[in-house]
C-alpha cells in the first residue's frame, strides 16, 4: 500500500477594507512613522471595524474563497479547522459557526488554539489526520482579530497587530515526495509572565475591576518575546533544513510568522537566504497572529510551482514555536 501524504492544493484569503496606517495611529497614541518602521517595519495594518462581526467573519471569507477557487464540492469536506486567539465565544467554537455558514454537511469542526504558531502546529495535526488514511479533505484556516484585544493606549504593544484570515486545502495523495513532509514543534512553557492576557480566562474572570483597570487587553514584554523569537525562528528552520538536506539553494521560499522585521531577517541571516526567498506581509497587514503565514501564502500564490522547498516557522504565547517543511503541490499561477 502506498504512503499517504497530505498536501496543499489551494490557498484563500481575507482582510478587512479599513486601513489603519502610522500617520492615523500616531494621533491616537504618542508614536510616529519613523518609530514604528525602525523598530518592526510595519506601516499599515487592516482592522475589522464592522460592529458584530468577529474571527468567524474573517475566517469564512477566507474559506469560501478557498471552495470557490479550488472547485472543490463542500460535501467531500471531511473537517475544517480554526486557529484562532481571538475566538467569536467562548462557546461554542469559531469553527462550528464557520462550518454552519458554509453550510459544510459532512464534515466535523473544533478550533485549536496556539497563539501566533497555530497555523503551523494545526497544518501538522491535519497532516497527520490525513495520513491516518480516516480523512482525505481538511480544511485549515489561521484567523484572529487581533484589534479586539489591542490596547490603543498602549504605544509598544497597538502599532503590531492587525486583523486577516488564511486557509489551506489538505487533500490525500499518493504521490511520493511531496506535502507536508516534516515539523519539528516544541512548547517550552516559560512565556506566561511575558505574553498574555491578564484577565477572562478562569483563574482571573472577567469583573468590574478587570475591565476597569484594562486588564482584558494583550500585554507583552516586547524584549524578551523578541529574543526568543529570534532563537528559537532561526534554530528551528536550521534544523528542519539539516535534517532534509534543505540549504540557501535549494529552499525555494521560508514564510515566517510576521511579527517583527528584525527577527525575520535573523531567520533568513541563519539559512543564508537573501530577503527575496523570504515572503513578507508584515508591512501592509503587521502582525495577524494565527493569520501570517496562511495569509502570506495567499500572497504569493503565483509564484509557487510544484516541487518549490518551502520552511515555514513561527513562534508565538507560551512559548510555542517551531518549523515545517512543506514541498508545494501544484504551479500557483494555474
Known sequence: MSKIN?????????????????????????????????????????????????????????????????????????????????????????????????????????????????????????????QSGRYKKIIVVGADKMSSIVDYQDRQTCPLFGDGAGAVLLEASEEENIGVLDSYLRTDGKGLPFLHMKAGGSVCPPSHFTVDHRLHFLYQEGRTVFRYAVTSMSEDSALIAERNGLNKDNIRFVIPHQANIRIIEAVAKRLELPMEKVMINIEHFGNTSAATIPLALWEYESQLRKGDNLILTAFGAGFVHGASYVKWAYDGKK
Request: net charge negative; proline share 2%; aromatic share 10%.
Open 6 to 130: 497530505a498536501i496543499i492544493t489551494g490557498v484563500g484569503g481575507y482582510v478587512p477594507d479599513y486601513v489603519l496606517n502610522n500617520e492615523e495611529l500616531s494621533r491616537m497614541v504618542d508614536t510616529n512613522d519613523e518609530w514604528i518602521m525602525s523598530r518592526v517595519g510595519i506601516k499599515e495594518r487592516r482592522i475589522l471595524t464592522e460592529e458584530g462581526l468577529g474571527t468567524s467573519y474573517m475566517a469564512r471569507k477566507a474559506a469560501k474563497q478557498l471552495i470557490q477557487k479550488t472547485g472543490v464540492d463542500p460535501d467531500t469536506i471531511d473537517a475544517l479547522i480554526v486557529t484562532t486567539s481571538t475566538a467569536d465565544y467562548k462557546f461554542p467554537s469559531t469553527a462550528s459557526i464557520v462550518l454552519g455558514k458554509l453550510g459544510l454537511k459532512n464534515a466535523f469542526a473544533f478550533d485549536f488554539w496556539a497563539a501566533c504558531c497555530g497555523f503551523l502546529y494545526t497544518l501538522d495535526v491535519a497532516s497527520n489526520m490525513i
